[in-house]
DNA sequence: CGAGGGCTATTACTTAAGGGATAGCCAGCC
DNA sequence: GGCTGGCTATCCCTTAAGTAATAGCCCTCG
């Protein structure tokens, strides 16, 4: 779809975070490169999102720590919304479960704000083609959390569910019973069963007790 | 059927309140309601514990105040005999004390009398659902409370498990079934399931899975 | 327009989970 | 020695969970 090439047209990025001073680092920085363009900028995550959907950037660098939305329901919101385009992590977090929360939730990327410039806009470069870019600092962490999945064969993944099966699953993982799901969302107990049914198949889980585990570290939950 | 309310078993309640003017306001305010059906009423509170445990409501409207058995001594009674569904205190009483008390014995909520008939049902219908309700006057309280909280009873514990309690938890946050855990500690399903009963009592959650959420959470798990 | 996907619902069935009760065995403790 | 608490086990019973198949309704996309 777009240039994988990037001598022609220029690639270009939108910056969501709530620091207007690093903003105008990044700002700054991209202006130096005539490959990388950005075609937008804001600290407010709905906006931010808004803006996505409007703009849809070749890339969005997104800020994990927000207040209102935090970035990885605004990553969860961007997919939902069907962006297609990169999306890359942008934060001080190197929390093991940060990381791996966000990739799990499709992002493209997961770079760190003390990173040097000069390594900023190779990344981004390399994200913007189409390439997974980890800061370096954290390649051993993730390979402490790939060691800590020996039991997960087949990576469960929320976007293959259905809205309304993600919204079960919220409900599952905070310990309520199909009755009571049934009863908040306003449906039929059967009908609940039919939603976990589905979503178990899909994330290749065995059954309600694992899903609500794995929502809860995932982050899915809230 | 109707298409908005598709789920046609409304919650059950019941009310025990020795002021029979009260009660009648009660009924009256909830047979507006198709959603909420009282299914049991008294004012005396040894009958209304086990009309309780007879009937099992979804939830019980419980007087704090009453002659005999005062409505804090019902509530230990009602979660001492196994009562699983939610129980709501309902009083004039806004003295802090009797507001921690009443939680810390497992109150799903804490409504002061002189609430709004609309706010009422409201309150109700989200508590039916499993939502823990307190009157909005109370929440200043509330926060006071936590901040002086020094010991907390019935706030879930791991040291109140034996080791094979955690054990058996521990096993249960990863998704294993009864028998999966069997398998693993060699023991038969039916002691693990024991196991289980014993741990869900001493935590005061209702199934597994809420077992299994607390216990990622709080870090219990791996 | 037809096809497909998402959400809802229903019936029928099997298995898992949970509660109550009781009991044997073994350790540590007064 | 008796008592208590922890671990094991079993029987019985009810409810919750999960599977399978089918189907209607609505919306979107080609």
Redesign the interface.
């Known amino acids: 779809m777009t240039l994988t090439n990037a001598n022609d047209t220029p690639a270009s990025l939108m910056i969501i975070d709530d620091h207007p001073l690093l903003r105008r680092g990044v700002i700054q920085l991209l202006e130096l490169e005539d490959d990388l363009e950005l075609v937008g900028e804001t600290g407010d995550p709905e906006e931010g999102i808004a803006l996505a959907l409007k703009l849809e950037p070749d890339l969005v660098l997104l800020d994990l720590n927000m207040p209102g939305i935090n970035g990885l329901e605004a990553l969860r919101r961007l997919r939902e919304a069907n962006y297609s385009g990169r999306v890359v992590m942008f934060t001080v977090s190197d929390h093991e479960d940060d990381v791996v929360a966000a990739l799990h939730n499709g992002a493209d990327g997961y770079l760190l704000k003390d990173m040097e410039p000069e390594d900023m806009v190779r990344q981004l470069r390399q994200a913007a083609l189409g390439r997974m870019v980890i800061s370096e600092s954290l390649t051993a962490l993730l390979a402490e959390a790939l060691r800590n999945q020996r039991n997960a064969p087949t990576t469960p993944d929320v976007h293959s569910l259905t809205q309304r099966e993600r919204e079960i699953l919220q409900q599952?993982?905070?310990?309520?019973?199909n009755k009571?799901i049934?009863?908040?969302l306003?449906?039929?107990?059967g009908t609940v069963k039919v939603h976990v049914k589905h979503l178990l198949k899909k994330l290749n889980?065995?059954?309600?007790?694992?899903a609500?585990?794995?929502a809860?570290?995932a982050g899915i939950?809230h």
């Open positions: 599952l993982a905070g310990g309520l019973s009571l049934a009863r908040k306003d449906i039929t107990e889980l065995r059954s309600r007790v694992e609500a585990v794995w809860v570290q939950d």
